[in-house]
């Protein structure tokens, strides 16, 4: 069984890495603004789900296309985005954007959606997919003007959704979350673990060698 990873995410690698799976990474080309436009108000879980389902889906098309693919792969697509306010936000993209939303959250909670889709391919034809979605409430402390300077500063905001880590450096400020740790990280292992079953893979059967 291949497990092929639709993200470039180190985050959600290194949950696989540190579950005993060593996925094989290929980065999806979707155009996430795109899809996004073309759904009809959706609902954060719809989105995050559309998404996640748009990146598995490029991928695993060109794995049907390689002639020789011919190995019983499953595929795994994942996005991830906060809810605040009943404002859906993925990545800031700039240090500005960041800031206006940490004022905003910081003190508070928020919502952090990620969405799921599996594609089981075998033979280089699609036999089986799963979808799902997986929330967890977030509890932000309040940094002091000092610290977000600092933060926004080392960057690593600007490329996450939410504008927040919860396994680097944006942790300091989250005082704790009611849910699932691995989805917010970004790719939660119980959810991954049900879809894979729904597609007839058994996740201990991806378990890599421990010495």
Known sequence: MR????S????????LRAAGVEPDVVVSGVDEDAITASLSNPTPSELVTALARAKADEVASRLNDDAAESVDTVVVGCDSM?????????????????????KSMAGGTGDLLTGHAVVRLRDGAVVARAEGT??????????SDA????YLATGEPLAVAGAFTLDGLGGWFVEGVDGDPSSVIGISLPLTR??????????VSLWSARS
């Not at 497990?3 to 639709?6: E, I, R, S, T, Y």
């Open 147 to 150: 610290e977000l300077d600092a």
């Open 134 to 143: 997986r929330t967890t409430t977030v509890q932000f402390s309040t940094p």
């Open 194 to 203: 049900r879809l894979l079953a729904e597609v007839g893979v058994d996740v």
């Open 3 to 6: 497990f092929v990873l639709a």
């Open 8 to 15: 470039a995410s180190p985050a959600r690698l290194a949950v």
């Open 82 to 102: 906060l809810s605040i306010g009943g404002e859906v936000v993925g990545k800031p993209g700039t240090a500005d954007v960041a800031r206006t939303r940490w």
